[in-house]
């Protein structure tokens, strides 16, 4: 029963809240705090227990739940999330009341796909929860509803419907070799698979899946763009919770089927080396507040993708210690990381409720009175850049121990071991520089302009006491978890590897990694953000302007190459022709199917709207007939804008349709 209400105790809370919204305003918003604060009691009530529950509906297996350390952890730290961001978001949003309903209605609906995906016991269960949470979570991207917000959110909506058919295909492949989909048979069935190839293509197709909501490289592309255009409590939840839903995918995939792969290990660790030195260097030459934010998410998840890697690697070598302890980093900078940016994007809300600004050049100097932000950045800071005695040196500590490990146990991988050893470090050495490029810019240096430093000094608080509370309560935990007796024990009590008691955190060979990286990120401060990005007093943006894998890549190649290579096949006369007439025919009725998509949605839904709804147009102006059915339609139109409207709702109805039909597919063939 904790469980159900657990999971589905959020969806039936979220349909209340929204009725209530457009009556009680204030009332809503309290009930979003307190359905969050009682999602984390009951998360803690949880803890401890061994709970394994089938609920036998929509699919021939159910949906199955399960309990145990590293679950019930994330269940919690979801719901801690989730009741951080909705006190602080009490005063963000106070001054606005525009489309609050739809925000506060699918921010709870996503707690409760969240906690489905993390307490799930098999990857179907994941998946239906992932792909709910796709959906829900993407009408965060576009609440500002401005032309950026927008753009934004088709690019999250198309990656998240790609990764999920891509998914969907690989947990396809993969039942149809091993017979199951739970977690804990897939080993069993992974060891008598016939096909070790298509084990191998399926694990690469749900690895692609999870890992373009986790804003793995190449799938990376929406999450710069997304972090920055969305409200500040909705960024902290898609950097801090919603990548790491992605994670979880990757990681229980790994533990459970392919633990014993070391080819499919080099390929996530490939993949992390990529995704933690790109999303460094991106978030190095950056100077908007959010975008850097943004950006250095992406290089923290290649960071914990690494660790899977190295996991995976090592385990296949035979080196089970050596696994044991970058599993042990990997979740526990998975811990780090969902807290840290808890933080450090509230700290960002607080600057954008404030200056409604994120260029470094207009908010440089407005903190360097507001102290009790300046301490919570600051531990935020401290605790991602690896410095001792806070929580993401022990983590990055034990992921750079488990690199070494692979150095010394898999001769084979010594030289490529080697180097991405410094890639780490480097890598750990930029993430030093720019958030001391943040910190200096926002708290340390005045403003260039003296009148508007003059009145960023004479102006308001950062914040309420409420949104202070929130950033500090997450902030303190950067100290607590920078205690090695802490963390131990939290890596013990999440992977079971209680070997990582006799972890020194503090010996000089451990300290060395971490002091390497903190003077290579002197060393870059110094020189390419002082002497190179800061010139004459200005921050300039330096990354150009032409180097975006979306724009360059993607977007030519769905909108311009593929159909002119479509249309160059289908026009090839005589001999030549590679086309059979019946391919040809599947061509143009393929062409055709899009088109109507593409339009005919629109159509259906005017026609739906001028019939059922019996809208009508007097003076320039909509007339709905009386009454209590058409009043509720009234006011649920209003909130769902600019879905229906402004909004391209073909795509969201052709997304939603995907949806209905995995489902029914699924429902077949389990």
Request: charge should be positive; charged fraction near 15%; proline fraction near 3%.
């Amino acid at each position: 029963m904790l469980t159900i209400s657990i999971v589905f105790g959020p969806f039936l809370c979220a349909a209340v809240l929204f009725f209530l919204g457009s009556r009680k305003p204030a009332v809503r918003d309290h009930g979003v705090i307190i359905v969050s604060a009682l999602e984390l009691l009951l998360t803690i009530l949880l803890s401890g227990k061994n709970v394994e529950l089938r609920i036998p509906i929509l699919l021939r297996g159910g949906l199955g739940f399960t309990t145990d350390g590293f679950r019930s952890t994330y269940a919690v730290i979801t719901a801690f999330m989730w009741t951080g961001s909705s006190a602080f978001a009490k005063e963000y949003f106070q001054h606005e009341q525009e489309h609050l309903d739809r925000f506060w209605f699918f921010m709870i609906m996503t707690l409760g796909a969240t906690e489905g995906v993390m307490l799930s016991a098999d990857l179907m269960t994941a998946f239906i929860f992932f792909e709910i949470l796709s959906f829900t979570s993407f009408t965060w991207v576009i609440h500002e509803e401005t032309p950026g917000a927008i753009r934004a959110g088709y690019t999250y909506l198309f990656i998240a419907v790609i990764g999920g058919l891509v998914l969907f295909m690989g947990l396809l492949l993969l039942y149809t070799e091993t017979g199951t989909l739970v977690f804990a048979q897939l080993k069993g069935g992974v060891e008598a698979a016939h096909h070790p190839r298509r084990i191998m293509t399926a694990a690469i197709c749900i690895l692609l899946g999870f890992g373009a909501k986790a804003g793995m490289f190449p799938l990376h592309v929406w999450l710069p763009k997304a972090h920055p255009v969305a409200p500040s409590p909705a960024s902290a939840l898609l950097s801090g919770m919603l990548t790491k839903v992605g994670i979880y995918g990757i990681l229980m995939l790994s533990i459970s089927a392919m633990l014993e792969t070391g080819s499919f290990g080099m390929l996530v660790l490939i993949l992390g080396l990529i995704t933690m030195v790109l999303g460094a260097v991106l978030a190095l030459f950056s100077i908007d507040l959010k975008r850097t934010l943004a950006c250095s998410s992406m290089s923290q998840i290649g960071f914990i993708l690494t660790g899977v890697g190295m996991m995976v690697c090592l385990s296949a070598g035979g080196a089970e210690e050596g696994a044991g302890v970058a599993a042990s980093g990997l979740v526990l900078h998975m811990v780090n990381h969902s807290l840290i940016k808890l933080v450090l994007f509230l700290a960002a809300g607080a600057v954008v409720m404030r200056l409604h600004k994120l260029d470094l050049n207009e908010i440089r100097g407005w903190g360097r009175r507001r102290k009790v932000l300046m301490i919570a950045f600051a531990l935020g800071a401290l605790s991602i850049s690896g410095v001792p005695f806070f929580g993401g040196y022990i983590s990055k500590t034990l992921l750079h121990e488990g690199i070494v490990e692979g150095i010394h146990h898999l001769k084979d991988l010594h030289g490529f071991l080697s180097v991405a050893e410094w890639v780490f470090l480097c890598s750990g050495g930029m993430t030093f520089a720019y958030m001391l490029k943040l910190f200096i810019c926002l708290f340390v240096e005045k403003n260039k302009d003296e009148k508007v430093q003059a009145a960023y000094d004479a102006g308001p608080g950062a914040m309420n006491g409420l949104s202070a509370a929130a950033i500090l309560a997450a902030a303190i935990w950067m100290v607590i978890l920078g205690q090695p007796a802490v963390m131990t024990r939290l890596a013990a009590h999440m992977t079971g590897f209680h070997e990582i008691l006799s972890f020194k955190a503090f010996s000089w060979t451990n300290l060395k990694g971490g002091l390497i990286s903190l003077t290579i990120g002197g060393v870059l401060y110094g020189t390419v953000v002082r002497h190179w990005i800061l010139k004459d007093g200005i921050y300039r943006d330096l990354w150009p302007a032409g180097w975006d894998l979306e724009e360059k890549v993607y977007r030519p190649l769905l909108t311009g190459l593929l159909p002119r290579i479509g249309g160059t096949i289908a026009q090839i006369p005589g001999e030549n022709r590679i086309l059979t007439p019946a391919m040809k025919a599947f061509v143009w009725i393929g062409a055709f199917i899009g088109r109507v998509l593409d339009t005919g949605m629109d159509g259906l839904i005017l026609l739906l709207r001028r019939t059922l709804m019996k809208e009508r147009k007097v003076q320039g102006e909509e007339r709905r007939h009386p009454g209590l059915i058409r009043t509720i339609t009234a006011e649920f139109e209003e909130t769902m804008h600019p879905l229906t409207s402004n909004f391209t709702f073909a795509m969201l109805m052709t997304c939603i349709g995907i949806l209905i039909v995995l489902i029914a597919v699924v429902a077949a063939v389990m």
